[in-house]
C-alpha cells in the first residue's frame, strides 16, 4: 500500500496550487518549477508498497529521500508564510521561530533522528516486530523532511546554521546510511528471513539510491554556497571603494 491516501495527496498538491495562485493573482513571483517539484514530491509519497524487501526499501528511499528533496525544493513554508493573511502569518512565524524548532532543525540534530532512527528500525528487532505498518512510512517521511529542510535551508528557520555544519551533518548522514546499507547485504534485520538475492538487490538499492539523493544534497549546499560567496565579494568590493573613492562593484 502508499503512504498517502491519493485523495489527501490531491489535496496537499491543490493547497500548494492555491497557495501560489494567490501569489501569482496579487502580481507576486513564484516560479513555477517550484509547483513542478513539489507535485513530483507529492507522487514520491504515493510510492506502493511491495512484499519484497527490494519493493519496501524502493518505496523506502522514494518515501525518505526523493520525495523529501522535492517537497523541499517546493518551499512550501515560504509559500505558507507568503499567502496567508497577516493575522495568521505572526503565529506561524512564532513557531517556526522558537526553540523546539530551532532544536529541530539544526542540522546535527536532524541528523541523528534520520539516521538514528533508520539504525534502530533495521538493526534491532523492531522491523521484525512492526513490519510494514503504514504509520512507519510517516515516520520515514517525516525524518526525512526534517533532515531535508535542515541541510537545504530553504525556508525560514530559526538559526541559519553555517555551511561547515550542513555539510558536516550530510556527510555524517551519508556515512550512517552507506554503512547500514552494507550491514544489510551481509546480513538481514534480526528476527526476518529473506531470501539472499532479495536482501541484497534491496540492500544495494538502499546504498545507490541514497547516493544519488545525498549528491542532489550536497549540490543545493554548494549552489548555495557559491552564492554567498559571490555576495559577500561584491560586499567587500563595495567596502573597499568606499574607503578609496574608487567606484566598485560586480563590475569593477
Keep these: 500500500m502508499s503512504l498517502l491516501h491519493p485523495g489527501l495527496a490531491l489535496l496537499a498538491f491543490a493547497a500548494y496550487e492555491a497557495g501560489a495562485w494567490r501569489l501569482r493573482r496579487r502580481g507576486d513571483r513564484w516560479p513555477p518549477v517550484r509547483d513542478v517539484v513539489f507535485g513530483a514530491g507529492v507522487l514520491a509519497a504515493l510510492a506502493p508498497g511491495s512484499p519484497t524487501f527490494t519493493g519496501h526499501m524502493l518505496q523506502h528511499v522514494l518515501l525518505g529521500m526523493v520525495a523529501p528533496l522535492l517537497l523541499v525544493l517546493g518551499r512550501p513554508v515560504t509559500l505558507l508564510l507568503r499567502a496567508v493573511p497577516a493575522a495568521a502569518r505572526r503565529p506561524l512565524k512564532r513557531v517556526l521561530g522558537s526553540r523546539p524548532a530551532g532544536l529541530l532543525v ?23 516486530a512492526i513490519g510494514d505498518e503504514p504509520w512507519l512510512h510517516v515516520h520515514v517521511l517525516l525524518t526525512g ?45 534480526p528476527g526476518v528471513v529473506l531470501a539472499v538475492a532479495d536482501r541484497q ?52
Excluded: N
Design 106 to 128: 539544526f542540522p546535527p540534530v536532524a541528523a541523528v533522528l534520520e539516521a538514528g532512527s533508520l539504525w534502530l528500525l533495521y538493526r534491532t528487532g523492531l522491523f521484525a
Design 145 to 189: 523532511l526534517l533532515f531535508t529542510t535542515a541541510v537545504c535551508r530553504l525556508d525560514p528557520l530559526r538559526h541559519r546554521a553555517g555551511f561547515g555544519v550542513r555539510a558536516g551533518a550530510l556527510i555524517g548522514a551519508a556515512a550512517a546510511h552507506a554503512v547500514l546499507a552494507k550491514t544489510l547485504y551481509v546480513t538481514p534485520p
Design 201 to 252: 538487490a534491496g540492500a544495494q538499492l538502499m546504498y545507490y539510491g541514497g547516493d544519488v539523493v545525498e549528491l542532489g544534497l550536497a549540490l543545493v549546499v554548494a549552489l548555495q554556497w557559491y552564492a554567498a560567496r559571490g555576495r559577500a565579494e561584491v560586499r567587500a568590493r563595495r567596502r573597499s571603494s568606499r574607503r578609496t573613492g574608487v567606484p566598485g562593484g560586480a563590475g569593477s
